[in-house]
């Protein structure tokens, strides 16, 4: 708990100082290509069930771990509303205890998300050197398990949230965000029935061309 209620100190002192740098700055253009780097958490839970001989079986977790990676995307200025595409790359140490039991008896399993990978438009509201945008789109990741049972897969998934963005150069701005992330395509244990969410928050650094 305590490790990410400094993620989100740092996350929330990294927005004020760029909408208070921002506010400093001319109002640069919002429009063009741009590509940067991105650092933060995610923590998540799934539940579930699986069917066994004897009925089904339950199973739960809850995990944390650390995500970094790039993102490129381009935006357009349509008077002060900025429309854009923009896409990741992410590399995570994200890792879940996950615990069952039914007729088959008690089972203990860990989940990993080694990456993933985030498709999303952008919707946002530039004042000035500021902007504050909503953002949604799909994730493209890769989920194993290892332990009694092991499994690895790729998946699909929805993904919405929003953030702020704001220059701190001519050329450069500063990022805070935060995504929520749906149930995967593939579950996580073979033929079980499961619901899973995963929270992302990141601060980043872009650089406009």
């Keep these: 708990m305590r490790k990410w209620t400094s993620l989100g100190l740092a996350i929330a002192a990294t927005a004020m100082a760029t909408t208070q740098v921002a506010a400093q700055q001319a109002s640069p253009s919002w429009n063009g290509f741009y590509a940067g780097l991105n650092a933060g958490g995610m923590f998540g839970n799934t539940s579930g069930s699986v069917p066994g001989p004897g009925g089904p079986a339950g199973f739960s977790g809850t995990g944390s771990g650390f995500v970094g990676g790039g993102q490129a995307g381009y935006n357009y200025l349509l008077g002060p509303v900025v429309l854009g595409g923009e896409i990741d790359f992410q590399g995570s140490t994200f890792a879940a205890g996950v615990n069952g039991g039914g007729a088959f008896g008690p089972f203990s399993t860990t989940e990993r998300m080694p990456w993933f990978s985030t498709m999303r438009a952008r919707v946002g509201y530039a004042v000035g050197s500021v902007m504050p945008y909503l953002t949604g789109g799909a994730v493209w990741g890769q989920r194993s398990i290892d332990g009694p049972i092991s499994a690895s897969a790729n998946y699909w ?42 929270n992302l928050v990141r601060v980043g650094v872009n650089y406009h061309f």
């Design 157 to 198: 998934t929805w993904t919405a949230g929003g953030g702020i963005e704001g220059f701190i150069t001519e050329r450069w701005s500063m990022k805070a965000e935060y995504l929520y992330m749906g149930t995967p395509s593939t579950s996580l244990l073979p033929g079980s029935n499961e619901t899973a969410s995963n």
